[in-house]
């Protein structure tokens, strides 16, 4: 027997007060008044007082609206039935195609126990040399790609969910344009990827407590196909705009904020979230990849500042091309001594002659002469960005080693390449 | 006695209650959530009836009014035999136990015993009845992987008692009795389990002494340039990306210690797995044994909850204090203290104290002040002694070193082993910072042999800098070769190649080799006057070290290596003279 509640004492925020008893912490309620009607959740019981976060936001909610508690915390639907579908971040079909209602699976569930996770051991292929070659993606890695707004971010998500081979692909939007949604809607389609993948969209103009919820449902959806031995991609795009939110709502509750603004607990709420990332001995996986646009590019900003700690690495995305330096797969040794016997020394030596070339791009800037060798590797670095560290570069791995053993040997003597020589003596391309 | 009371508030992960009858600070407190769950908590704060505590698990589904059962007992330990090789969640739960029992996730409510209860141990008793003991004194020994484990008197003891009784050798489970223990009538039943809180620090001993031996690492940068002593204490602050866990993951592998406690607090958990898979396969050069053997690992990452990650290291710590009562040389390596920091942060938060620093509790500094307090060198009561040298992470934000956790470790430590972005970048592995880092321990080399050795760093980077507004054209020859010369010093004794086989770990009389012949290059007067030449020569000798550094110690490859650097030297010598 459901109990019904006619007065909300305060509202501020997205955050209503009530008297009521016999709440539970986390539990959902259903607010509803003239405007239509939302879900909330319990945030704080205090006594009789009780602290629900509305998810559609407060907007037009009157004192006189009638609450009532669901009994349970966040559930969400599980099924193949998912597949194909986009749902609002909220957990709310959008797509009009009606509501999933069987098997609901509660929402941010538990923590994996260390004890029976496996050590990342499966490379993932991205048809992206600068990934494949130089920060080899792993499965069940939790990596996020930290760039600055405008960078062409969502397309390289976009291009990794079609050309990662996934069992099902889930995707997270948080604080979407609605012309980003459908590029990423389309893109699926087109790429014939639609039929294994699940999208939770949350678009800039919904309610922001929405936003919160957004990667909790994908990443629990993911969760269910791992553990039946899914190898599951999740996308996340923007961690910035989830944790915006957060900020908003931990200073409407009147936390007290720890580094511009946004609540001590940040690290914590943004590792909860990536430490979803997971192998399992069974199979199942998780591997995760997350936007997350640094304002005015400064990495140290609390939010790129954090996920830095969390997560294995990151792609950092600058003036259009996956950088070279800024850039870390942590997990790359895992992997890349099993591919080829080539792989680590010229994912190495490229990388050094690239370093070099830089600096004497700086020392020519500066007005320094340039010597023979300055030539060579100015040329180099001219050839290296046009066919490997370009976004258009798209082929396999294999194909992107004997791309650069050709780029080496156009430029340089083996000698001069700092490979060891038997490497060059198996791989130099013979004239 | 223990007391109930009622939930009246639920926020976060505190939750208060208000309690009829006594209640003690501290104390362990389980809410009882209405499908029956018990939730492990700790009071930290009373006012009046109420308690203030914080949860050790998701509060989900807890409401007001739901039962609390306060206990008499503070957070503590089961300390025994069985100890070594376990990994336990920052509760003492054995997470492998918890999986085999409860499935890939962690269920809120289940707790497990630390120890194992089946298990035998061979029992040696050491003392004869009518013998008088006090607290923490031997009883007996059993034999736990290659140590000697002493099962002492209760560390609670007070006072001198005489044993009663106590059992013949043979085998016994911990929990049976070995010991009967006997004061004014009174009498107590000893077994080999202790149980000791983990925010009280467990020290007994005749004195505490300075720290004098130096702990090596085999690393050369730290055992030379910035060492710790056994019973010391050093912090490693560093930016994401610089290498804080591959430093302490090395530590843990090639110290000379008997025993390191990893705790993993609040950081990835890839990483714990890491070592959870690695050490059962890796071997001890040491022992013999694997590496599992001589480790216990901590594991509270940062998916698991809050309030228990920060009663984690305390965990770690009295286990550390625990094996040193037994007599072992311990290391507790704590990755990382920052997200220790910041779990009280989380909770002085929701118990609305004022805030002091980037919203840290005003406590913070003379709580990491304890915490480093605890490790020490000590003189047992038997006469033997023992350490627990601890070393801790931070992780600063944006890497930046002013902010209150570093500051605050640094007044406390003896070593500050600082990582820099800017080496990690330029791949200077290990990425301390040697002209930043400091240390107030001596090493396995003179003291000033190496300051002398060190100021060619710093005089190398001030060359570095005005190079770079100059240009080598506007350098002199002299401060060319001295800047090539710190370079050198850089490249083949400050770094080691971790993924090196030999390079990995250098024992203390390989690093005393090579410090005298670097050192005999940094003393080299070369009587070069081409720049090229200089650059040509020093990459040579670079390369040839670092052959050196390749090569098993005293094998004929070393010793091809080390004639290619005479050659080397001689040549020049000849050409130039």
């Known amino acids: 027997m459901r109990k019904y509640y006619n007065k909300i004492d305060n509202i501020a925020g997205n955050v209503a007060t009530l008297k009521a008893t016999g709440v539970g912490y986390e539990e959902l309620a259903v607010v509803e008044g003239s405007w239509g009607k939302s879900l909330a959740q319990v945030i704080k019981v205090s006594g009789d007082n009780v602290s629900l976060q509305v998810f559609s936001g407060t907007r037009g909610v009157s004192t006189g609206d009638r609450v009532s508690f669901l009994g349970a915390s966040m559930r969400f639907s599980f099924s193949d039935d998912l597949f194909g579908r986009v749902f609002s971040g909220g957990g709310e079909a959008r797509d009009g195609r009606g509501e999933l209602t069987d098997n609901l699976i509660e929402v941010g569930g538990l923590a994996v126990n260390p004890a029976i996770r496996l050590m990342p051991h499966r490379m993932i292929p991205t048809n992206i040399p600068m990934i494949d070659v130089f920060n080899t993606l792993v499965e069940g890695q939790k990596l996020p790609i930290f760039s600055i707004p405008g960078e062409p971010y969502n397309e390289l998500l976009a291009r990794i969910a079609l050309q990662a081979e996934a069992d099902v692909i889930v995707f997270g939007g948080m604080g979407l344009k609605y012309d980003e949604y459908l590029f990423f809607k389309n893109r699926l389609e087109e790429g014939g990827a639609m039929n294994r993948s699940i999208m939770f969209i949350h678009t800039a103009s919904d309610p922001v407590v929405e936003c919160l919820q957004t990667p909790d449902i994908a990443l629990t959806v993911a969760e269910q196909f791992a553990v039946r031995g899914k190898r599951v991609l999740v996308l996340l795009t923007d961690m910035t705009n989830f944790s915006n939110a957060l900020k908003e709502i931990s200073i409407t509750m009147e936390q007290i904020p720890s580094n511009r603004g946004y609540p001590g607990d940040l690290y914590s709420q943004l590792a909860s979230r990536y430490e979803k990332a997971v192998v399992f001995e069974e199979g199942g996986s998780i591997t995760l990849m997350a936007v997350t646009t640094m304002p005015g590019d400064d990495v140290t900003h609390p939010v790129p500042d954090n996920t830095g700690y969390i997560t294995e690495g990151q792609f950092y995305l600058k003036g259009g091309v996956i950088d070279p330096f800024g850039s870390l797969s942590r997990l790359k040794q895992q992997v890349n001594g099993k591919t080829r016997d080539d792989h680590r020394a010229i994912m190495d030596g490229c990388i050094q002659l690239y370093a070099k070339c830089r600096e004497t791009r700086e020392k020519r800037a500066m007005g320094f002469e340039m010597s023979d060798w300055d030539n060579k590797l100015l040329k180099y670095g001219e050839s290296f960005e046009k066919q490997i560290m370009s976004f258009s570069a798209n082929i396999g791995l294999f194909d992107a080693l004997q791309q650069c053993w050709s780029i080496l040997a156009e430029h340089f003597e083996p000698r001069e390449t700092g490979i060891r020589s038997n490497l060059c003596d198996q791989f130099w391309p013979k004239k | ?577």
């Open chain 2, 1 to 577: 006695m223990s007391s109930t009371g009622r939930i009246v508030t639920v926020y976060g992960n505190m939750v208060t209650a208000e309690v009829e009858g006594t209640i003690r600070q501290n104390a362990v407190a389980y809410c009882q959530r209405s499908d029956g769950v018990r939730l492990m908590s700790e009071i930290i704060r009373i006012r009046g009836k109420l308690a203030d505590m914080q949860v050790f698990e998701l509060t989900r589904g807890l409401k007001v009014g739901d039962v609390v059962e306060i206990t008499e007992e503070l957070l503590s330990l089961e300390l025994g035999p069985g100890l070594i090789g376990m990994i336990y969640d920052g509760l003492q739960n054995p997470l492998p136990e918890m999986a085999a029992q409860v499935g890939k996730f962690l269920e809120p409510g289940h707790y497990l015993k630390a120890l194992d209860r089946k298990q035998d141990w061979d029992f040696t008793p050491l003392v004869a009845p009518g013998a008088v003991v006090t607290a923490a004194e031997n009883l007996g020994k059993v034999k736990e992987k290659i140590f000697d484990h002493f099962i002492m008197a209760p560390f609670s003891l007070t006072g001198e008692w005489k044993v009663k009784s106590i059992a013949p050798a043979g085998k016994y489970k911990v929990d049976q009795e070995v010991a009967t223990l006997e004061k004014d009538g009174q009498t107590m039943p000893v077994t080999m389990i202790q149980r000791w809180p983990v925010r009280i620090p467990l020290g007994i001993y005749r004195e505490r002494l300075l720290p004098t031996q130096t702990m090596v690492t085999k690393q050369r940068i730290i055992d030379t340039f910035f060492p710790v002593m056994l019973g010391g204490t050093y912090c490693i602050p560093g930016p994401f990306g610089a290498g804080k866990t591959v430093l302490q993951q090395i530590t843990s592998r090639y110290a000379e210690i008997d025993l390191v406690i990893v705790a993993a607090c609040g950081e990835r958990a890839g990483e714990v797995v890491e070592t959870l898979r690695e050490f059962p396969h890796l071997k001890d050069p040491r022992t013999g044994k694997t590496l599992i053997e001589r480790t216990i690992i901590i594991c509270n990452t940062s998916s698991m909850p809050v309030a228990a990650r920060e009663s984690s290291v305390y965990t770690a710590i009295t286990l550390g204090e625990y094996y040193r009562q037994v007599g072992l040389n311990v290391l507790l390596l704590a990755d990382s203290t920052s997200r220790w920091a910041q779990a009280l942060r989380e909770m002085s938060g929701r118990l609305e104290e004022i805030p002091g620093e980037e919203a840290f509790p005003a406590y913070l500094e003379s709580s990491i002040a304890r915490f480093y307090e605890r490790g020490g060198i000590v003189e047992l009561k038997d006469g033997r002694k023992a350490s627990l040298t601890v070393g801790g992470t931070v992780s600063p934000a944006g890497g930046n070193f002013e902010e209150p956790v570093t500051q605050g470790t640094l007044k406390v430590v003896g070593a500050f082993l600082g990582l820099s972005y800017a080496r990690s970048y330029a791949r200077r592995f290990p990425a301390i910072d040697p002209l930043e880092s400091w240390s107030k321990y001596s090493g396995v080399i003179a003291h000033e042999k190496v300051s002398w050795a060190h100021s060619f760093l710093k005089r190398g980077k001030s060359i570095f800098e005005m190079m770079q507004v100059v240009g080598e054209e506007g350098t002199s020859i002299d401060d060319f070769i001295i800047y090539l010369k710190s370079e050198f010093l850089d490249n083949v004794y400050l770094q080691q190649n971790s993924f090196d086989e030999v390079d990995a770990a250098c024992p203390v009389d390989r690093q005393q080799h090579l410090f005298e012949m670097v050192t005999g290059i940094l003393e080299h007067k070369f009587e070069i006057t081409n720049k090229a030449a200089a650059r040509d020569l020093f990459f040579t000798l670079t390369e040839q070290f670092r052959d050196w550094n390749y090569s098993p110690w005293q094998s004929d490859q070393m010793k091809t290596a080390q004639d290619a650097i005479k050659a080397t030297l001689s040549g020049k010598e000849a050409t130039n003279a």
